[in-house]
């Protein structure tokens, strides 16, 4: 079955560093994958998404997230957080046989001055 | 604007008491979906649907329903039999195919009390 792992349930940085947050999937073939983020109570919003082509996706906001099969890896960076990136980050994958999204549990980022 | 609306934020229901959580959207979207959000579980699927007057159980659709008559809109029922519907719900929609985003509404939080 399809699944999503987010290792890190909780990440805290200084503002201006850099940021990587995990995320590994389990797919039997080349994924639908998504990056989206939740401020408190609030809906999601997608960052970026990779269906095929340049491993290397750009998102909104400065993100950034690669693809590698080798490690079923799509790990979302970011060069120096801003506080305004505080928030709740999802990772998602597209199950093509199902027309299904499934999500991570999520990694809170937190962010200090 | 278009957009996905939910409705209300906030909903208090005593125990043994169905409720309808309303969805709406203006974006032409096929697909629509409702997800359940608990703190360190991620987004649960409950129910889908990819086109009018047909609709699928998702992960955890257990004393939930829905109904999909419009296009324009996907409500749930919280049913009685739902053991523990304190939670957060979204409502999602999308063109139907994997590889288009999934816009998200605000969120409705569902207290029993």
């Known amino acids: 079955a399809q699944s999503v792992t987010q290792p890190d349930i909780h990440i805290t940085v200084s503002e201006g560093a850099s940021l990587e947050l995990r995320c590994n999937y389990s797919?039997?073939?080349?994924?639908?994958l998504f990056w989206y983020v939740q401020s408190p109570g609030q809906g999601l919003q997608l960052l970026l998404k990779y269906f095929s082509g340049d491993t290397l996706v750009q998102g909104i906001k400065g993100f950034e997230a690669e693809f590698k099969r080798s490690q079923s890896s799509f790990n979302l960076r970011k060069p120096s957080v801003h506080w305004s990136d505080a928030a709740e980050y999802f990772c998602?994958?597209?199950?093509?046989?199902?027309?299904?999204?499934?999500f991570g549990t999520g990694t809170r980022l937190q962010v200090f001055p | 604007d278009g957009g996905i609306t939910q409705s209300p934020k906030y909903l208090f229901r005593k125990e043994g008491q169905n409720v309808t959580l309303s969805c709406e959207q203006n974006?032409?979207?096929?697909?629509m979906y409702w997800y359940r959000q608990d703190p360190g579980q991620g987004l649960r699927l409950i129910y889908y649907s990819q086109i009018v007057n047909d609709f699928q159980k998702g992960d955890i659709a257990e004393g939930y329903s829905v109904s999909r008559e419009k296009k324009e809109s996907f409500p749930l029922t919280v049913t009685s039999a739902q053991k523990n519907p304190t939670a957060f719900y979204l409502c999602a929609s999308s063109m139907g195919d994997l590889n288009t985003e999934a816009f998200f509404g605000q969120g409705t939080r569902l207290t029993v009390v």
């Open positions: 797919y039997g073939a080349t994924p639908y």
């Open positions: 998602a994958v597209g199950s093509y046989n199902t027309d299904k999204l499934i």
């Open positions: 974006l032409n979207h096929d697909a």
